[in-house]
Every structure is written in structure tokens, then in C-alpha cells.
């Protein structure tokens, strides 16, 4: 296990908003995600994926790092904590690099584990015209990048605050590519 970086924010909503409230404090739980977020819950709670018979929430946790709103402010885009809809934003760990199974370790106690990658949708340009784009790139090899974060689930409860230590676990070998969930 290595430390890789640090929570800047915790933010939760209780309604079905975009953004998302910084809070001083959140609770992880085990297999629901973010106690008082509208997205917790064991099966999905996402309003375009919901059905009569939900599948698991493989999307109880969503992470992004801060990077990317170093990256959007340098396109003409302002962008904080909360503003994408994500409950932990973090710096220090290029969370996009990581593979499935990936487990974060966040503050004293939280466990999450890594299931995929945030597909963006067109509510970004809600918040700024033209960031939806913003979050997408081509690699080398013309592969579409997915930047708008990973998506997790919760191994083991505990609060996590700004400023807590997050430390990677990765998976026995060979891994697997994050890719939308």
C-alpha cells in the first residue's frame, strides 16, 4: 500500500441536483455509499439508470481529482469541489491511471473500492457550456478519454474530512482498465 495524495473535499446532496454541498464531514458506509446523499444506496439510485429492477450500485462513491480543475481553469472554466456532482475530490493521485479493484484507504477507517469511470454527460454543460467536451480527450492512439472521475463502492465504513491521508492498495496482478460504470 502506497500513500498517494489527500481529500481536499467531502460533499454530499440529499436531492437529485448536480452539485453537490462541501461538508466538513462525511460517512462512508458499507454497501450504501455516502450517508445523506441521494445517490447512496445498495442498488443504483442514478435517475438515468434507474429500473424496476435496479442492478447493484457499483456508483455508491464518486471520486475526482482536483488536477482536472487545475486543468479546466486553464481552458476558461471554473470549477470547485462539489461543482460535478463527485463526493471526494482529491490531490495527490491520478485516479483515472488506477485499475478495478483498486481499494482507497481514506482517512482513519473508510475503505472504497474502485468498480469504473464516471461517463460524462451533457448535465455538465448545465454548469458551463462546452465542459462536457472539456472532460473528454483522445490518447495517442484516438482511444476516447473518460476525465469526470472513477466511481467506487464501500469495503468499510468510517468519516472522511479535507485533509485526510488517502493511501492506494492495488490489486493482484494483472489488472484491469477502469472503464464506465
Request: with cysteine.
Amino acid at each position: 500500500m502506497t500513500s498517494g495524495g489527500s481529500v481536499v473535499a467531502v460533499s454530499r446532496s440529499a436531492v437529485h441536483a448536480f452539485a453537490k454541498v462541501n461538508q466538513d464531514v462525511v460517512r462512508l458506509a458499507v454497501g450504501v455509499g455516502v450517508e445523506g446523499d441521494v445517490h447512496s444506496g445498495a442498488a443504483v439510485q442514478h435517475m438515468s439508470r434507474r429500473e424496476p429492477n435496479p442492478p447493484p450500485n457499483l456508483r455508491q462513491v464518486h471520486l475526482m481529482q482536483t488536477e482536472l480543475f487545475d486543468e479546466l481553469a486553464g481552458r476558461g472554466f471554473t470549477v470547485a469541489p462539489g461543482n460535478l456532482g463527485e463526493n471526494v475530490s482529491t490531490r495527490g493521485i491520478d485516479l483515472l491511471a488506477l485499475p478495478v479493484g483498486t481499494r482507497l484507504h481514506l482517512g482513519e477507517h473508510a475503505v472504497v473500492e474502485l468498480t469504473g469511470l464516471r461517463n460524462p454527460c451533457t448535465q455538465l454543460d448545465g454548469h458551463q457550456v462546452g465542459l462536457m467536451r472539456a472532460v473528454l480527450d483522445r490518447d495517442a492512439d484516438g482511444t476516447l478519454v473518460r476525465k469526470a472521475g472513477v466511481m467506487g463502492v464501500v469495503l468499510v465504513s468510517g468519516l472522511v474530512r479535507p485533509g485526510d491521508v488517502i493511501s492506494v492498495e492495488l490489486p493482484a496482478g494483472p489488472h484491469t482498465a477502469l472503464a464506465p460504470v
